[in-house]
């Protein structure tokens, strides 16, 4: 066959139509990387690359050195995805054939062998891209780490067969000989744990398919395990981080949720302290959303400020136990607690009644330390919604912090510009403590049961309406009440302060019924009658409160008539190993002086026995109290013939000083 010859501009060779198409839309007839040229080549990194697929590879090759070579984020993410779908199927967005990211995490921050480690070692930055993240396994992570996320982009949710934390927050073992900045004493965290913009959930955010129900299950329901475990000696700082919890309803009645969203683990307490910090995020889903409890006392560190927070309460199934049912459980450390919104939210929506009963719990710990080492706690600026009905809130009893039974710690404890409802509460309620507050423009009630020693130096309550209740103590050292109201059904123990004046110069409280206190004495007097028919003691309200080894005198002036001969009996009740010595002085059955001793608090008598007569009665004693057993000192009466009215008059009264020793 002759050769071809081709002349310029004469004639076309035949092409056929389809091979075209194919070449332009890329399906045939295409060209390799290699055969495209670049014009004018490139220089990558020192690299003159005159082609693409020689421009990729250099480009692949500089960032891999980039990465290993410290320069710029560790990034990752890729391939684990599990919601990857979301966009081509969007009603099957999950992928279970993607692997579990928490595998991949933690052999990059923990293992050697990793190629990145180096990276990480002493701390770094690690950028999980955006994406579904399931985890099976808990996390280590160790101090010094930023985990950084991309919003809410960034999703990583709890798959675990069982409960479990989705990250431990490893303590920082260098801080002992970490002490650079001063040879004797550790204070900031060099290597502290940072989480930013993350959102970190107890299941899928989403359903997994359409009509998927699941993902609305809670998972970590043991109360135990939190979403986020901090280890003591640990720094952990959340920052813009999402902490999602679940809640599942049977008939609108809360059955189950997420139990914590971070938790201390005192496991292995630490000497060096342990700080938190939870700043600019959103906290939704839990019982009770933080719990810091560690051992160090004035040693830990806790910053919780500028989040939104929404708790349940029923942690462990519990709606009556106050640390089961508030916002954060906190031991008497270090504590800003301010500018948060806290919504208490309903576990009920048929009675729409929350359960929560305080904004803090704490939990005094640790030995008693220099007045300038005691920890200090400060709550302010935050605000409070208790179940939002429509009209009215049925919570009477939210307080802002509620003292748990100490075991020896003593605190400074600030109070001021909090608002719930239309004013500002605060509550104490303990078994016996040390501690020194600062309460402002507050309310302050002490519960029942309690003892509270508001000693030196100065605790200054000013503008504040402080309730004690009865069966209460409150001893007050160098301290002062400014502008305040006082009332009191328990015990008021005075030092050097001044709460109130009466025209005798002396410092008194009154509680609602008149009655006064003065500075180790009560004073309380009937206002109706009393009146008992039967034969069993009964309590009249002449009664207060007394602490382990005090001893009280009292006298008791009545005046008490009968309906009938038979008379009546008189006591005097106090706690289990009282000793009681004195003598009850009245009228006989023939109308004359009858003197009975008292060496129990078994009744005597019995007294007045003329029918319808009114006739004094009179009982002195001393009362003193063993070092195990507190509680009230009661006049208490009977009737000697069951049926037969004995009635103590208005206007009698009780007075009784306590004193060391008599």
Known sequence: MPPITFTPGKGRLA????????????????????????????????YNADNVQSALTQVGSSIATLELSGKGFITIGDGYDTYHNSLA???????????????????????????????????????????????????NVPAGIILMGEGYGTKI???????????????????????????????????????????????????KFLGDLSY???????????????????????????????????????????????????????STGTRLKVINSSIDGFSVPIK?????????????????????????????????????????????????????????Y?????????????????????????PRITISS???????????????????????APIGGIFSLLVFGNHFKNGKDFSIASDSTTAQFTLTDTSATISPSSTITLSSPTTNITSTAVNLGAGSTLTIGSSSMTSSVLTAAGTIVMGSSTISVDGFGQTKTTDGSGNVQIAGQVSKMLTSDVLSFITVAADTNLSFAAAVNDVWTLEFNGTVTCDANSGGNFA??????????????????????????????????????????????????????????????????????FDADIVIKAGSYLIARRATAV
Not at 25 to 31: K, Y
Not at 94 to 114: K, T
Not at 170 to 176: M, N, V, Y
Not at 383 to 399: E, H, L, M, Q, Y
Request: aromatic content about 8%.
């Open 15 to 46: 092409l056929d139509r389809y091979d075209f198409q194919h070449h332009v839309e890329g399906t045939d007839f295409r060209h390799q990387a290699a055969e495209t040229d670049l014009i004018p080549n490139i220089v990558i990194d020192g």
């Open 89 to 139: 199927t969007p009603s099957t967005p999950y992928d279970s054939a993607i692997p579990a990211f928490d595998g991949y995490l933690n052999d990059l921050l923990n293992n050697p062998a990793n190629p990145l480690y180096f990276r990480i070692r002493d701390g770094g930055v690690v950028l999980i891209k955006a994406g579904t993240y399931k985890f099976t396994g808990t996390v």
């Open 157 to 207: 949710v709890n798959q675990l067969a069982s409960p479990a934390p989705l990250f431990a927050i490893q303590p920082d073992t260098t801080r002992i000989p970490d002490n650079g900045e001063d040879a004797n004493e550790t204070f900031i965290y060099n290597r502290e744990t940072i989480f930013v913009n993350l959102t970190i959930a107890d299941n899928f955010l989403v359903p």
């Open 216 to 270: 609305k299950t809670p998972q970590n329901t043991d109360s135990i395990h939190p979403l986020i475990s901090l280890l003591e000696g640990a720094s952990l700082s959340c920052d813009n981080v999402k902490l999602v919890g679940k809640t599942t309803y049977v008939s609108n009645v809360l059955s189950a949720l997420t139990s914590l969203a971070i938790a201390t683990d005192s496991t292995i307490p630490s």
């Open 292 to 348: 810091f409890t560690a051992s160090g006392a004035q040693d830990d560190q806790l910053v919780v400020s500028n989040n939104i927070i929404r708790a349940y309460g029923f942690l462990n199934g519990d709606l009556v136990l106050n640390h089961n049912n508030t916002f954060m459980q906190v031991n008497t450390c270090n504590a800003i607690i301010s500018n948060n919104y806290c919504y208490a939210a309903t576990t009920n």
């Open 350 to 374: 048929i009675s729409n009644t929350s359960d929560l009963t305080s904004l803090a719990f704490l939990y005094p710990v640790g030995s008693v330390p220099a007045a300038q080492g005691k």
């Open 382 to 404: 935050n605000n409070i919604n208790v179940a939002r009905p429509d009209t009215t809130d049925p919570n009477t009893t939210f307080k802002f912090v509620i003292l748990n």
């Open 572 to 641: 005097i009740n106090a706690p289990t190993g009282a000793t009681i010595t004195g003598w009850a002085i009245g009228e006989s059955t023939s109308g004359t002086y009858l003197a009975k001793q008292i060496t129990s608090t078994a009744l005597v008598g019995p007294f007045i026995t003329q029918a319808s007569a009114t006739e004094p009665l009179r009982i002195f004693a001393r009362v003193k109290l063993d070092g195990t057993h507190a509680g009230n000192i009661t006049i208490q009466f009977a009737s000697a013939l």
